[in-house]
Each structure stands twice: as C-alpha cells, then as structure tokens.
C-alpha cells in the first residue's frame, strides 16, 4: 500500500503482451509488429510473456502468472476481449496502444478496466518508455538513453520528435509517457507519478488541454513542490486554441488564465520547443536562485548588449558593479575594459580576466545570477576560458550561464562546460531566457506556498444577505444584476462604494442630487445595458438642479432610441468623487473553462479594452498574492509617486483584492464581474461602478467546489483538553509547518519512526517533508495536534513556541471511495487521548467528502496500534501480501 497505484504500469515485475501472434508479422498491426520490435530491442528486467488470445489454453497458461501489465496491440475489433482477458489473469495496468479509436469504444474499453479494477493507459497513444527498466512499451521509436528527465507529451507525433530529437543531443530520460485524447489514465494521475518516481528529477510536460482542473492543479502543484516542472502548451492563440481542441479532445482554455494556473502550481512555462528542454536541464541543476537580477560579463559590446535587450523583453533586471566593486576590479582587466552597466571586460581579456569579472560578480550580493559572453576572437583560447568558468563557478554560489558566440573554433569550450554541467548556449537570447526560467520558478515557487483560507482576517462580511440578493434576482430570471444591485453586493462585502440612489422620474432625480450636494454623476439603470457609456447613458460632473432635468431628459431619450428593447428602471444619482489625483484601475471576475473563476485586475476606466492591462491570479487569494497580482499589471508603474500625485493607500487596494476573492469563494453563483472605475489615492480605494453576472450553481459548490484551487479548511480548527490538564489545537496542516514537522520527527524514539515511516531514517527527506506539509485538502487531509509551550528565542529569551504533538492523515485512493490513513503521536504524550481524538476527526472529515471507508496498515508487532485500532472500532485481519503488517479497516 505504500507504493504508488500506477506502480504496475510504469514499475512492472511481469508483463502480458496481447500484439498477436509473435512469429507472424503478417498478421499483426502495424503497432503490433512496431511494438515487438520495440520490446525485443532490449532485454527488459522482468518477465516477459507474448499472449496469442486466438490459442486455446492461454488463459489456463497464464492463470499463475498474474502478470502486472497487460499491453494490448491489437485490431479494434479485439481490444476489448484482450482487456477482459487481461482483468482475468489479474493484471493490475493495461496498455492500448491502437489510433483512431472512437469515444464509444474507449469508454467500453474504460468500464471494463474500472470493473475489473485495471489502471488504463490509452486507447489513442504510443505507449511509455521506462529506460531504467530496459522498457520499450511504446512505438514512438528506440528506447531513450537512461536520464533524470519525465516527459509527458499530449501529442504522439510529438513525443517521437522528441526523442528523435535526445537521440541527436544527448538528452536522456526517467519516463516517456505518450497520452492521447479520451484516455483513462491522465495527465493529472502520471504527475501524480513522476513527482515520487525516485529515478526522476526534473519533469518536462507537453500540453494542449485538460479535463479536469481542479484534479490537474492538485497533480500539477504536488509536483512542481517536489521537483521542477517546465510546460509547453499548445494553443497560446485563437487558432491554435481549436487545433489543440480537435487535435486532443480536452478543454484548452483562456490563455492567460493559463498561466496563471500555472504560477500559482509552482512551475514554468516555456513558449517554444528548445527552450523546453534547456530549461528542465538548468531547472535540474538545482541553481536556487533569489530574483530577477543577471550580470552580463561579456569580451564584445555587441552581443551584451542584445542580453540586456532581452533582459528588458522579458521583464529581468540588468545588474551591476557598485562603484565601490567596479574600482576593485577595474586594475585586474584590461584597460579598454568598461564596468558602467555591462562587465564589458574587451576583446583583450583572457581567461584570468574572465575569471576575475565572475567572481567579483559572484561577491555582488545585488546580483542574483551571471551570464558570460565569450566571442572568438584572434588569439583567444575559449576551452581555457571554459576551464576557469569550470572552476569559479565550484564556489560561485549563484547561476552561471554561459554563451559561447560562432561555431567552429568553440567545440572544445562548449564540451568542457557541458561536461561541468554548466548551461551553455549559442546566442545570448537562449541564455537570458534559461536564466527568466530560473527566476520565474523561484518566484512561482513562493506562489505554490500560498495557501489562504477562504475569508481572510478582515471584519466578517454578511454572506447571507448576498446570497439572498443574488438568489432574488435569479427568482426574476435574471442574470444581470442592476447597478444598484451590484453595489449592495459590493457592500455586504465591505467593498467601499459610492452613495448611489435611483431616481424613477426627474423630479426624483433633481431631489436627490440636492441632498447629495453638486456635483453629481447621473447612470441610466436597466438590467438589459451592460456597457453604459456606449448608449450615452453616463453624465459627469452635472453641476446644478437645471442640468440634472436636461441631462435625465436628454439621456432617457437617447437610450429609448439607441436600445429601444431595454428596460428602463430610471437614472442613479450618486456623487462625483472628491478624489482629484485618483488613479482608475478595474478589478474583475471572469470564468473559464475549465479553471472556472479567476480574479483580474488593471488599468480602469473608459479605455480599458484598448489598454488591455490584465493581470490574472486563481483565488482564493491572501495580502501577499494580492500584492504580487497589482505589481503584474502595467497600472502599477502609476500606483507609486506619479506626476505630483503621492503613492496611493496599497493596503486598501489590497483589501478590496481580498474581498473580491471572499466574494467568488463565498457566492459560487458569480459568473463576471468589473468593477471598473476603482479610484485610489492615498486616502483609500473607492469603488464607482460595477457590473456583476450570476448564474444558478450546484450545491455541492458551498464546499467549493467550484474553484480549481481549494482554499486552506480553517473551518476544521478545533481546541481540545489535555488529559492530564491543558489544552491542544487540531488544525489542518500547512506549508509553514514543514520545520515544526522536521523537529517532530527528529523527537521521536527509533522505535515510534520506525512503526510510522518502516525504516530507521533519523529525519524527513526534503522532498517527502514537502510532500507531507503541502497536499491538496481536496484529495487528501493531514491534521496535526499543535500546543503553545515555552521555548527559547533567537536572544536566548522565553517565548511561547508552537510544538507539533502529533500527526493523522489520510489520502484518497485511486477508487475515489476509499483511503488510506496514517498516525503518529509524540512519545511522551503517548495515553492522553491525542492518538483516538486525531483518528476520529479524519475520519469525520473524511466521511464529510464522501468516502465510504478507512484503511491503513499497521506492523503486526505495535500492539499498541493495534489495540486503539480495535478500540475504535477497525476489523483487523491480515495483509495477504506481507505477513508484517496487519490490515485495518472500518466503514465510515
């Protein structure tokens, strides 16, 4: 039960092949006979048996053998009896490698996998290649030489380009994976994979579409927070959007949202072929880097100064010597070197002088990473060079690029750095791209961390009443709301809004703009007209009661002639805004498909789709991703100091960011949302006009179900007594817990990590304490038991310290109906009560998502266990795979 569920299919010990009859090629499909060439190329580590389902006898020969893969390559007409064979001589995985398979068909052939309880790879695919296994299982042409990289490919022919193309440049591989469209195993469940797969260290993804979100960003973030993750998409644009769609069957999505899911997973994006490739290879080299900020050290002006243009492309920072570290360096380079903004060190530098400008670079602590750029030049000896990099960049301690510009005289450098397993390249684009590469999965890297609760910590919103107002203007078949309506929902947020009254007449009109006070802003109000402004029915700074009456006459008239089907409920009159040097900018909601609501934000105003400044972030959303999303958008450059006008109140627009994001996690029924203009100065933020779109949502949408990223269950927060005396805290685990869980597990006695994790390790590897402090709550719950405790702090003085008591969790199976749970209790508060109290409430949390019962494994010898295991009510009997363990479960 500890391995991974698709273990049979990647990792198998024995393997079936159904491709028809071995000595008949004539027989045979032309996957079939491509197949038998692929498995017979190599020896594989297992057994190997090839199946002929027309022989009488096969199944009666192979009833022992309970092979753990079934790979069928075989006429349409018979893959299914193949399947139903395979799920009878127990094969736990199945490969169909066959093409154009229909819709109809692949469902058959998937009831029949989920019946007998077979992992389906496939139809529509070429199959998977494993080279440590010596595993060919795919016609996408000769097994890969052995590497560290997992490449998952939506696309046949392109997984067989790729390989083609690793042949030719020395890449190797973990796992080749080809998926095609209508597949049962998916993209979600091999991440799931590769992200434990110890032979894999980097994974490579080639994406057109997905199916399910919130199952793909759960797979995706498990992942990336393991091991680094570089994507290319397909369908970047309206075009490509429908070939992807054609080409893969999956849902392809908004672009931009997009890349939003993919910053907040934690992994990187790539835009071309190439680059993928060169970026999982520097990803793989571990370089932590901690910005944006790359020093070109460089023997010629011209190829510097095509990084620094690239630098400013893609949104890096060019760094630079202080004078202090430039007149330091300056005596040990040549004289006609120039240290202004690029490490210029002349055509007349030689590997000393090279070395000398890296390392000064690499003392920078205002750089972040260096790119050398070496030109031939006459008398230059580039391998020597090479060879000093090789050694400076032992200590260096930050990413080195390196450029080595021509062809023919650089062979030698370039096998020198390659063989030091430093990133080389042609031209200075590629190398400043890789470098974008390595800060974009740093900076996403802290977006994965971010795991918000629903409601952040601002006063409590009345949620029921906007829930009751939305749910009356659906009673009235109505999907957009007025602005009156907009703005109340606003408000029960606490969304600052302008004073807003709707006059029906214009004497009402005129009334009402006297009390308010001049000037005031008049709006024709029907729920028919979503964009105002392009019916002329939107006044500014009407300044008298003679312009109120002339303005409402003159606008009802326009509007009736413009739109004469509209729905007239009358005209708002609110106040112009005293807000002189505000800055107008527009926060939004708009839902994709299939990453569902996603929050937007930019520049505001009547001009906002000729600017187009968008900025995007999945919600829910916390201070530190609000803030990062306004800096994404170009608007930020003006939300500073700005012609005069001082820096607005940045907290106040990222409160209404907050409340936005308790909007779409709290009411499910928002479909789109402006809120355009916001104004902010440095006063606050001041919320001018809205316009909101709600449809009916499922119910199962209260337990959010609709966002693709499900929010931090601070719900499941509860204190409980000590026996004995005091009180401890049962909360959800979180990504801040990883060093109190690292301590925990240090505390506890050999023989207590021993029955937890069956092995003697003193402490968590990084990956697994990453693996066990993020998890997605949607698929898999960890509570820990916390108490507040005197410890020491960094001056040596007494503080109170959260300290970890212990730890139960659980992660849904394959099934979807069952899981599999854990626990673990500090020793010395061992009989208190923690270990039952923990069981029970992930049981509860887990009946509350639905599953129907609880499993674990427990070591024959912990009597303990097994005795509260009893006590709660578990069946124990034993694990007909290993007689150590016991196998405990209950019905929840």
Known sequence: ??????????????????????????????????????????????????????????????????????????????????????????????????????????????????????HLLGPNCLGFQRPHLQLNASIAG????????????????????????AQKNGVGFSTVVSLGPNASVDMAQVLDFLATDAQTHSIVVYLEGISNARRFMSALRAAANAKPVVVLKAGRKAAGNLAALTHSGTIVGSDDVFDAALRRAGAVRVRSFVALFSAAKCLASRYKAVGRRLAIVTNGGGPGVLAADWISEINLQLACLTSEQAQALQPQLPPLASLSDLIDVSEEAGPAQFKAAVEAAGKARQIDGVLVICSPKIGTDSAAIANVL????????????????????????????????????RTPEAAVGAFGNIASFYQNQQLLQQTPPPMSDLAKPDVEGARMLIESVLAERRKVL???????????????????????NVNEAIMIATQLGFPVALKIDSPDISHKSDVQGVALNVVNAVGVRDVYAEMMQTVA????????????????????????????????????PVIAFGAGGTMIELINDRAMELPPLNQFLAHRLIARARVAEMLGDWRGAPPIDMEALEQVLLRVSEMVCELPQLREMDINPIIVDETGALAVDARIVVDAAPAAARSYSHLAILPYPSQYEQI???????????????????SMLQEFVRNLSPESRYFRFVSSMQELPPTLLARFTLIDYDREMALVAVSRELGVGPDGEAVEVERMLGVSRYITNPDRAS??????????????????????????????????????????????????????????????????????????
Request: aromatic content about 6%.
């Open 482 to 504: 007025t602005e009156m309506e907009s703005k109340a929902l606003l408000a029960a947020f606490h969304i600052p809004v302008t004073r807003t009254i709707l006059a029906r």
């Open 720 to 738: 409980w007594p000590l026996r004995g005396g005091g009180e401890y805290t049962v909360r959800p685990v979180h990504p801040d817990d990883a």
């Open 819 to 892: 899981c599999e749970f854990s626990l673990v209790v500090a020793d010395d508060y061992k009989g208190k009560g923690l270990g039952s109290r923990l069981m029970l409430s992930i049981m509860e949390f887990a009946r509350e998502k639905g599953l129907t019962q609880i499993e674990g494994l427990v070591l024959a010898n912990n009597p303990t266990m097994l005795k509260l295991m009893r006590g709660l009510g578990f069946e124990v009997k034993p694990f007909p795979e290993d007689a150590d363990f016991k196998l405990v479960t209950q019905a929840l």
């Open 142 to 165: 000769a097994l890969s030489a052995p590497g560290p990289l997992g490449l998952v490919s939506q696309s046949g022919a392109l997984t067989a380009s790729i390989l083609d193309w």
């Open 1 to 118: 039960m500890d391995k991974h569920f698709l273990t049979p299919l990647f990792s198998p010990r024995s393997i079936a092949v159904f491709a028809g009859e071995a000595d008949d090629p004539a027989a045979q499909t032309y996957q079939a006979r491509a197949l038998h060439q692929a498995l017979r190329a190599q020896r594989f580590a297992g057994t190997l048996t090839f199946v002929d389902i027309h022989a009488s006898g096969t199944l009666a020969d192979l009833a022992e053998a309970q092979a753990d893969l079934a790979i069928i390559a075989l006429p349409p007409a018979e893959l299914a009896a193949a399947l139903e064979m395979a799920g009878r001589i127990k094969c736990r995985a199945a490969l169909v490698i066959a093409s154009g398979i229909a819709a109809a068909q692949a469902d058959e052939l998937h009831k029949i996998a989920q019946r007998d309880g077979i």
């Open 561 to 596: 002639r413009l739109q004469p089907e509209a729905r007239i409920n009358g005209v708002t009159v609110q106040n112009m805004s005293s807000q002189k040097r505000g800055r107008e900018v527009c926060i939004g909601l708009v839902t994709d498909e299939p990453f569902g």
């Open 390 to 425: 090789v050694d400076s960049n032992r200590l260096l301690g930050k990413p080195l690029f390196t450029c080595l510009m021509g062809d023919a005289t650089v062979g030698d450098a370039r096998h020198v750095l390659s063989e030091a397993a430093i990133p080389t390249f």
